[in-house]
């Protein structure tokens, strides 16, 4: 007869050395070699701006800090829904994530005749990377030299002319939150981009436009363009002498930062989100990031998975209402 393929009977060190190799396996979870291939951060805006330089920043520094590398995937269109689509829809094993900021997620899903995604749930917002403020601003000739002249210019002819980089821009929505909180009748002029806005706004085509800070410093510099106010809740160090718009008790509602933050697919594991967070905040707390990122006129605002969704939940709540009022279709 041949011998069974285990012994009969096991010895007490035996038995308990197959009992712990067994346990040891059944306890491990199931993404503890997170990160083992490389990982996709895609950007919803074509390289050179602002949010691919801030993606690319932060994947350089993610490569070192996860041992993996972080590739950043340009993927723009419709108003960043594009990318975001791709990520929403990606497997949530933390190998697709996203660069968010407030077009994907605040305004691009609202301006789509069918909506796409849901930015709250279809996403695990996993960390606060920064915010920018716009800067609204005018030709030196329009004689508008505060935010108030806005106003008042707009009240006494009827109605103001205001420049973007394009229809569903944050440019844009900032300018119908103004029209709909002030009640003045601002028309919008959409560009294509933030250049040929420039160029109108200093031949005095459009007397005032709306955009992120960073790429009009010059102008402000040369006294090509009047910086009018920035939309932040503070003053920027950029513009210190410029008035941030909750300075006027009634234009307090009007305070808007663009943010940026690293997200992915809804239901990542929890220690995966923790991992990323940990990491991207340590980054952040470096001085030389900080500078990088306060060159770009953003302003770094590290934090928890927790208080980044709560802070994306209540922007969209602000914005969507008024994407969706402003009849923009993408």
Known sequence: MSKPPF??????????????????????????AWPDKPIKLVVTFPAGGASDIVARVMAEHLTKSLGQPVVVDNRPGAGGSVGGTLVARSPADGYTLMLSNSTPISIGPFALEKQPYDPVEAFSHIASV????????????????????????????????FGSGGPASIGHIYGELMKKDIGINLIHVPYRGGAPMTTDLISGVVPIGIDVVTAYLPFFKSGQLIPLAVTSAKRTSLLPDVPSISELSSYRKLVLDNFFGISGPAKMPADVVARINTACNEILAQADIKKRMLDLG????????????SYVRSQVAALSPTVKGSGVNL
């Open 7 to 32: 012994p009969s009977v096991l010895s007490r060190r035996t038995a308990l050395q197959w009992l712990a190799t067994g346990a040891t396996s059944l306890a491990a979870p199931a993404f503890a």
């Open 130 to 161: 920064g915010a920018a403020p716009l800067v609204v601003m005018a030709n030196p000739a329009s004689g508008l030299r505060v935010i108030t002249d806005v106003e008042a210019q707009a009240r006494r002819a009827g109605q103001l002319n």
């Open 298 to 309: 953003i302003t770094v605002t590290p934090g928890s998975p927790a208080a980044f969704t």
